[in-house]
């Protein structure tokens, strides 16, 4: 316990700093993913292309290299300045997105075909049948992998603290050069990331329950 109680700034300053890129790159990810995933189900052959060279680039690259691209290369590009927490957010998005992309189609893929035939009967177009009919009951479906996914993001912001980033990951170090037990320290990091993925999978339990039902 004094290992968190002489350390309680480092702790809450990196755990703060962790929600904060989990809760930015997660709204980022569901987004882009979303779009990623109508793309690929598009009717449109450049678009499912495209889609489908995103994910299979991205999926398939290192988190590491990521981050190496957007903190080491990204710079290089002469492009708008970004601070290394937005390099962060934008890194964890756009792989975020890739498996995001997959589950949403997965998810897709498991609406019934005569759901779009309804609404294309009824007048309305591709984009309309995906926002209004489609995607809304996908989510139901794909809730567990999708939270798993989440979760998985969680866990990820930890490599952020290898690039300049103070967030949980970057704890353990500090402790070190301070002189702390790092087991100790490892410990109360373990556990706090256990607080904060209990409520995700009590929020993925509620929501399969709640649209389980509503089906």
């Given at each position: 316990?004094?290992v ?13 700093s ?9 709204i ?6 979303t779009?990623?995933?109508t ?13 489908a ?6 999926r ?18 002469g492009?708008v ?26 998810g897709?893929?498991t ?6 035939e309804?609404s294309?009967a009824?007048?309305l177009?591709?984009p ?10 996908a989510?139901?479906?794909v ?14 912001t ?10 949980a990951?970057?704890?353990t170090p500090a ?14 990091i373990v556990?706090?990331?256990?607080i ?8 993925q ?7 389980r039902?509503?089906?």
């Open positions: 316990m004094d968190l109680v002489n350390n309680w700034p480092l702790f809450a300053e990196g755990f703060v962790t929600i904060e890129l989990f809760a930015l790159a997660a980022g990810s569901l987004v882009l993913g779009i990623l995933a793309m690929r189900v598009s009717p449109v052959p450049v678009l499912r292309t495209a889609g060279g995103y994910v299979n680039i991205v398939n690259t290192p988190l590491t290299l990521v981050f190496f691209f957007f903190v080491f290369a990204y710079p290089r590009l492009l300045e970004l601070s290394f927490f937005t390099l962060a957010v934008v890194s964890l998005t756009v792989y975020t997105a890739a498996f995001v992309c997959e589950t949403v189609r997965a897709i893929n609406v019934p075909l005569g759901q779009g309804a294309r009824l007048g177009t591709f309309q049948t995906l926002i209004s009919v489609v995607v809304p009951q989510f139901r479906s809730v567990p992998p999708l939270t798993s996914v989440m979760i998985a993001l969680l866990k990820n930890t490599i952020a603290a290898g690039f300049s980033v103070h967030e990951g970057a704890i402790l070190s050069e301070r002189g702390e037990p790092i087991l100790l320290g490892m410990l109360w556990i706090g990331f256990l904060l993925v209990l409520p995700l999978s009590a929020m339990r509620t929501l399969e329950k709640r649209w039902v509503a089906r």
